[in-house]
């Protein structure tokens, strides 16, 4: 038997889509921790019903995706893993219901375009604090992910998100990850090596599991045995650098590990991922100015650290 998480997920998609007022700037400590580890993590920082209309809506894109309908600019990306899906059916008896579309699903990208998406994205919240850790206003979000993790989903090998970000200038950019459920050791957390974003980018080899998701990649020439797990509550959210080495297990429990995920960048940055690859999954939206100054708080020193 498989187990959603017990969030409620109905009312209206939009309702309350943004980030909770109670952490609005970097503060000190977590400005020294991005300097040193290359991350740090706000408790509580939105309101779990946030996390369940952005779920709420990914589900709605995920089966009307699956019943060949548009959803725009957004594309869902299915798990690879040989027999994912006759793996939702019992095991013993073979006998269960056909998986919904979102079951299925690992990701869905570019969905910042959708309001419930962009009002999180653009919110004050969470653009005081990229802009205080980037050091500069004029941000765009260039790519947003929502990840399934469903139970049995296998776990993303270590990797250096700047691998997939060949831009001009490479640096600053960082990444902010949403827990919309709990992110425990049993259903495939986040593992994060503190002061790798330091590093430059390492070679990153193709994922040899036969049944990888599409793109996965693994670092092979670094020692992670420090590394640590960062578990979340929902709501949480991890503030990271692009070159932080980070990985996530796979999702051994019976319930989801959901999580939404975006990186931002300067406004204008030369992207040559389509040039290079063929392909991309990002899309470069301007972010709304800042408030005029007299409106906002006085702003700490940006979270600068070596290479950018």
């Known amino acids: 038997m498989l187990y959603w998480p017990t969030m409620e997920i109905t009312g209206p998609t939009a309702a309350h889509s943004g980030a909770s007022s109670r952490a609005t700037h970097v503060t000190e400590a977590q400005r020294d921790a991005y300097v040193r580890d290359g991350f740090f993590r706000i408790e509580g920082f939105a309101e779990p019903e946030i996390g369940a209309a952005l779920l709420r809506r990914v589900i709605e894109l995920a089966r009307r995706a699956g019943a060949g309908g548009d959803i725009g600019t957004a594309f869902v990306t299915p798990e690879q893993?040989?027999?994912?899906?006759?793996?939702?059916?019992?095991?013993?008896?073979?006998?269960?219901?056909?998986?919904?579309p979102e079951e299925l699903a690992s990701k869905i990208f570019r969905v910042a375009r959708e309001d419930?998406?962009?009002?999180?994205?653009?919110?004050?919240?969470?653009?005081?604090?990229?802009?205080?850790?980037?050091?500069?206003?004029?941000?765009?979000n260039f790519l947003s992910q929502f990840i399934f993790k469903n139970p049995g989903a296998w776990?993303?090998?270590?990797?250096?998100?700047?691998f997939y970000f060949p831009f001009d200038p490479p640096r600053p950019v960082v990444g902010i990850w949403l827990a919309v459920t709990e992110a425990t050791l049993e259903n495939g957390c986040l593992h994060v090596l503190a002061g790798s974003h330091t590093e430059p980018v390492h070679v990153h080899l193709p994922d040899a599991r036969p049944g990888a998701n599409y793109g996965y990649t693994e670092i092979v020439d670094h020692d992670m045995s420090s590394s640590s797990p960062v578990l979340m509550q929902p709501g949480d959210l991890l503030v990271?650098?692009?070159?932080?080495?980070?990985r996530s297990t796979?999702?051994?429990?019976?319930s989801l590990r959901a999580a939404m995920v975006y990186h931002y960048a300067r406004h204008g940055t030369v992207d040559r991922t389509e040039q290079l690859r063929g392909y991309t999954v990002n899309d470069w939206i301007p972010m709304p100015a800042p408030a005029p100054p007299s409106r906002r708080a006085s702003r700490a020193a940006p979270a600068r650290i070596a290479g950018t």
């Open 240 to 246: 990271f650098d692009s070159h932080l080495m980070h």
């Open 81 to 100: 893993q040989q027999d994912f899906a006759r793996a939702r059916v019992d095991g013993e008896t073979g006998t269960g219901t056909a998986p919904a």
């Open 155 to 162: 776990g993303q090998p270590w990797h250096q998100d700047s």
């Open 116 to 140: 419930v998406f962009f009002e999180f994205a653009s919110s004050a919240a969470v653009l005081n604090i990229v802009r205080e850790v980037l050091g500069f206003d004029d941000v765009a």
């Open 250 to 254: 796979d999702n051994t429990s019976a």
